[in-house]
């Protein structure tokens, strides 16, 4: 974010704040109050299906129970999450459903909603800090690796050389998923890891990274990685290289990677169920600014589960049909 843009910012966040604090259609001067309560909804880009569908799911959800659904995304720049931090205190939002930029860099923003008085329910991602958010929503990121390690390890018959693309490194996800592949790979001494690098959790970038690696490793039997994005992109670099037969599994449970796996292409993934989350902590932020309290703990995790060719007509857009 530039200097020049800042004054660009702070003049949204004001003028919205003069929005919420003015009359009615009536003219009134009934103050904020008197229109929809709003719970702003604030994750990654769309250009992710899975937070495409979380926001979606969150938006729905809000309607339903008669909440104006305010939606945007930080990018995964802390930056820019905690400006739309701020413009969510100025429209005085009743609550935060909040994918978060990164778990030290959003301490501070979900501290300064609940100082607000604005409870904040984290879906995806967890922070480094108990206390603060209302809630913290997020899949068992380790028992949905190891079940999706465990899958890899039965394709590849035990044995074979093979490549782990990780997720960005500065996501608690990417390390948790990449501890739960090892914890199960590492127990097979014929399954040999000849490359481990971050692809960021993009497509583009996984197909770069494969492209370049499968040049020295045309004897490659498998590929895992962190998401299905970075799984897609790996699947397509050796399909373009004639080397689609490679076992290729991922994790997300996106609709591309199903699609994938029926068309016998990759042969597993692992489903968050992002939209029954993002649902979840809608209707615990109901409960919040109902009653006080969500009714559940803090920190709640949801268990993810396997997808393969013999279940994979089960699953829609990152939920059960």
């Given amino acids: 974010m530039t200097r020049a843009g800042l004054p660009l910012i702070l003049s949204v966040v004001f003028s919205l704040a003069g929005t919420a604090a003015c009359g009615g259609s009536d003219g009134s001067s009934s103050g904020a109050d008197a229109g929809p309560k709003r719970i702003a909804i604030i994750t990654p880009s769309h250009d992710n299906p899975f937070f495409k569908a979380e926001a979606e799911a969150a938006a729905a959800r809000a309607r339903e129970l008669g909440y104006e659904p305010v939606v945007s995304s930080h990018d995964d720049d802390a930056n820019k999450q905690d400006q739309l931090i701020d413009i969510a205190i100025a429209r005085k939002a009743s609550a935060i459903v909040l994918d978060n930029a990164g778990a030290d860099a959003s301490i501070a923003a979900v501290e300064k909603a609940r100082r607000a008085g604005i409870p904040s329910l984290l879906i995806d991602r967890e922070i480094n800090r108990t206390g603060l958010a209302a809630a913290q929503i997020v899949s068992d990121n380790y028992q949905g690796a190891t079940e999706g390690a465990e899958e890899f390890v039965r394709l590849m018959g035990e044995s074979g050389s093979y490549i782990e693309l990780v997720g960005k490194e500065s996501d608690t996800n990417a390390g948790i998923r990449s501890r739960g592949y090892q914890d199960v790979i590492g127990k097979y001494p014929k399954l040999k890891q000849i490359a481990r690098q971050s692809a960021n959790w993009s497509q583009s970038e996984a197909f770069q990274k494969m492209e370049t690696l499968i040049q020295g490793h045309r004897d490659i039997k498998g590929v895992i990685a962190g998401n299905d994005t970075m799984a897609l992109g790996?699947?397509?670099?050796?399909?373009?290289?004639?080397?689609?037969?490679?076992?290729?599994?991922?994790?997300?449970?996106?609709?591309?990677?199903?699609?994938?796996?029926?068309?016998?292409?990759?042969?597993?993934?692992?489903?968050?169920?992002?939209?029954?989350?993002?649902?979840?902590?809608?209707?615990?932020?109901?409960?919040?600014?109902?009653?006080?309290?969500?009714?559940q703990p803090e920190k709640q995790a949801v268990n993810c589960v396997l997808i393969t060719p013999a279940n994979a007509n089960e699953f829609g857009v990152f939920a059960r049909k």
Avoid: C
């Fill in 234 to 295: 790996a699947m397509a670099a050796l399909k373009a290289a004639g080397l689609g037969k490679v076992i290729v599994v991922g994790f997300d449970g996106s609709p591309d990677a199903i699609a994938s796996i029926k068309a016998g292409e990759m042969k597993a993934t692992v489903l968050q169920p992002a939209a029954a989350i993002a649902r979840s902590a809608v209707d615990q932020a109901h409960q919040v600014i109902t009653t006080g309290k969500t009714g």
